[in-house]
């Protein structure tokens, strides 16, 4: 059996030697498997020809692809001619027109239009390439690579191993700083992080396309592994314009969104400070950690130090901005007028920390966390310098200090808390500073008989500056019915309210209220009317609800003149108008207002076409002098109050708010926000105006065009017109694509106090994407 099985693999090798053999295959178990749509044995079977669909396959599923296949036993070698591919059972794909394939070296050489495609999806075309298998490396000339990141980079020589994650550009020189001679004609390698779609076709090389930003380097090494980027003698280019030189720079690469190192610099001009360079430095402590910190130098002024740390957990979030300075060096400084401005040269500093956790079991079965510490040591520090970091904006008027724990358990709630609050805008220490401690808030909520019930108890100690103080106790019981329909009242909605609230607390030296010990109860009950009327057809829906609001609170309100409240339209339908539990409106009283909506659709059923408007108005049935001055709620007619909205094609938005006094004769509040696009141009304003309620009057516009080029053009202003003049202004272009920013700003702020004074800045900034921080050199000077 055995002498028969191997005289007949005898008589088919002679027979295919002799005379070929289409759609056929021979394995040779120690090498390398071949098919082929025909197979030639020549040089006593030495060589292997495979002609047609050709692929020769080892034992560790290493695939050779050809039109044609010379295997060479006695030199252990494979060559191939036409459409060459090579791929390994990593995932690595290897293409040319002809490979010469040492088998024992394990060593490719590939020949003409050749691209690696290695498994982590990075692409890399050569005109000639060397590549070692088992090590997954290899080197070649006139290099072209897509990188997974999108970026791209050029070279006329580059090494890759797949092993140690690094890509090398260039000579294998590592100090190649010592050769340059011409740093503008001897950069031969180049990076770009801008993405294009015409790099898999390579059509262009980086600068036919002209990118936003690259690099020209002569050296450029990308270590994946650490995902870093690492350029030697690098001209960086915009628009192929050489702009500046760096000997050595490295940056991470475009994956990377935390990375330890220093950030691009700063350059700033401040009118009270003079020149400013900073240079902040991220330092990635952890994946849950960072710390960002900037020193800043002033050329007139002592530095200043800004640092801001991050922490996150599964079940916590915490932060801290600081800042320090040892005060001003120069305290004799002149404003435009040769007045003094008034400084010392103590040292200041702000300090923000916060901490948001979630946490089970600590009193009921899940529970919130939140801590807050806000301190700045001056009123105007922040300002000055203008700090702006992700947490603090310069024009913060008030500092909050808490500590606040919400725990729950199904339809239950526990808040236990302190809170501390700093008024930056007053100086004197007595008035400045508030505080309720503690400050408890417990409630429940339940249904029965068809009714949704809130059960609610408040105590908190309360101090409202100097030595006004007060213990407060409150309980509350709120319900609210379904819709009810009465019988012969067909279409007419009712919703059923009640409240009552017992108040308690203990008075000292509070404006306006007694002293010691005081009991109130008040008894809510209201019932809300609403008879919605639709009309509906293919292209429009409209509605028209008039409603009706009726309500009585029994006891006698304090006097909450001084109070601040602007009322809007949903108030005249509102349990509690004043929003207080402490002090709510007494008395009978019945709202009233219509609301008509109407929406257009188009043929795929989208609104095209959206407008409201809505009126009402309070009636009393006594006047009520407790009441806030800016409320109109004192006569026992309020003024008329409403809104409007319209919105076309997302082209036009218009939203206003007013209140008309009861006579009709007197606009109280007008409050408009719009916003209009016409084509490439838009154009946004904000007017808000308060007479007789309040003393408020100012405008903001905001007029942007959007050229079709990356460029857009934006001025804005913002005025008082209360006091007749302008707060700020600002002209500003840019030009802005997918990884360049080029910014150009003029702008104005006028400040009048002892330490500000107006300012203007004119601001032009680069930004080189996705590094994000600007180059930003302040330009004031030239407009001084």
Known sequence: MNFNKKFLQILLLFFFTAFGISNTSLTDDYLYKLEADKIIYKNNNNLIVAEGNASAIDKFEKKIFSDKIFYYKDKDLIITEKNS????????????????????????????????????????????????????????????????????????????????????????????????????????????????????????????????????????????????????????????????????????????????????????????????????????????????????????????????????????????????????????????????????????????????????????????????VQRISDKNYLKINQINTQYVKQNISNLKNNFQINSYKNSKKIGIGAEIYENLEK????????????????????????QFFNFRNLFSGNNYG??????????????????????????????????????????????????????DLFVTA????????????????????????????????????????????????????????????????????????????????????????????????????DMPNSSTLKDSKSAFIGAASFLINEKMNINYEYIIDNSLNKILQNSVNAEFKLENNIFSSNYYELREIGSTHYFEGKYTHNFKNDINFLTGIRKNLKDNFTESNFIETNYETDCLKISLNLAKNFYQNEELKPTKTFTFSITLKPFGSPISPNLSSLVN
């Open 85 to 372: 591919k090579f791929t390994d059972n990593l995932g690595n794909k290897l293409n040319a027109d002809n490979f010469v394939y040492n088998i024992k070296d394990k060593k490719i050489e590939a020949k003409n239009k050749v691209s690696f495609f290695e498994k982590e999806g990075n692409q890399f075309y050569f005109d000639n390439l060397i590549y070692f298998i088992d090590f997954e490396k290899g080197y070649g000339t006139k290099f072209k690579s897509l990188l997974n990141d999108k970026s791209t980079v050029e070279g006329s020589f580059a090494e890759f191993n797949n092993k140690t994650k690094i890509i090398s550009i260039g000579n294998n020189d590592q100090d190649v700083s010592k050769k340059y001679i011409n740093i503008f004609s001897n950069n031969k390698n180049t990076y770009t992080p801008c993405e294009d779609t015409e790099i898999n076709k390579l059509k262009k090389t980086i600068d036919q396309r002209c990118p936003d930003w690259s690099l020209s380097t002569q050296k450029t090494i990308h270590d994946k592994k650490s995902k870093m980027v690492y350029h030697y003698g690098s001209l960086l280019k915009i628009k192929n314009v050489p702009i500046f030189y760096l000997p050595y720079f490295s940056h991470p690469d475009p994956t990377v969104k935390r990375k330890s190192g220093f950030m691009q610099p700063v350059f700033k001009s401040f009118d009270l400070l003079g020149q400013s360079y900073r240079t902040p430095y991220f330092w990635a402590i952890d994946d849950n950690k960072d710390l960002l910190f900037t020193p800043v130098y002033y050329s007139e002024e002592n530095p200043l130090f800004l640092a801001e740390y991050r922490n996150q957990s599964e079940r916590s979030i915490l932060y801290f901005d600081t800042s320090y300075t040892s005060g001003y060096k120069n305290t004799n400084k002149l404003d435009s007028n040769n007045n003094k401005i008034t400084r010392s040269n103590d040292s200041k500093n702000h300090f923000f920390f916060n901490f948001l956790g979630s946490y089970n079991d600590i009193m009921l079965d899940k529970s919130d966390i939140e801590i807050n």
């Open 526 to 625: 209201a019932i809300e009317s609403s008879y919605p009327l639709i009309k509906k057809n293919s292209k429009t829906e409209e509605n028209l609800i008039p409603k009706i609001f009726t309500k009585f609170t029994s006891g006698s309100m304090k006097n909450a003149n001084n109070e601040s409240k602007i009322l809007n339209y949903n108030d005249i339908f509102s349990m509690n108008r004043l929003n207080s539990i402490e002090n709510p409106e007494t008395g009978a009283s019945l709202g009233y207002g219509i609301e008509y909506n109407v929406n257009s659709r188009n043929e795929n059923n989208l609104i095209t076409k959206k407008g409201t408007f809505k009126i009402g108005q309070i009636l009393q049935t006594k006047n009520n002098n």
């Open 427 to 450: 100086d004197n220490n007595s008035e400045k500073y508030q505080y309720k401690i503690p400050a408890i808030d417990h409630s429940d909520y339940f249904t029965l008989f068809n």
């Open 466 to 519: 100097g030595d006004s103080s007060q213990l407060y106790f409150a309980n509350q019981l709120t319900s609210s019915s379904d819709y009810i329909q009465f019988p012969g009242f067909w279409g007419i909605n009712n919703i059923f309210k009640t409240s009552i609230i017992n108040n308690n607390n203990y008075n000292q030296n509070i404006l306006n209220q007694k002293e010691n010990l005081n009991n």
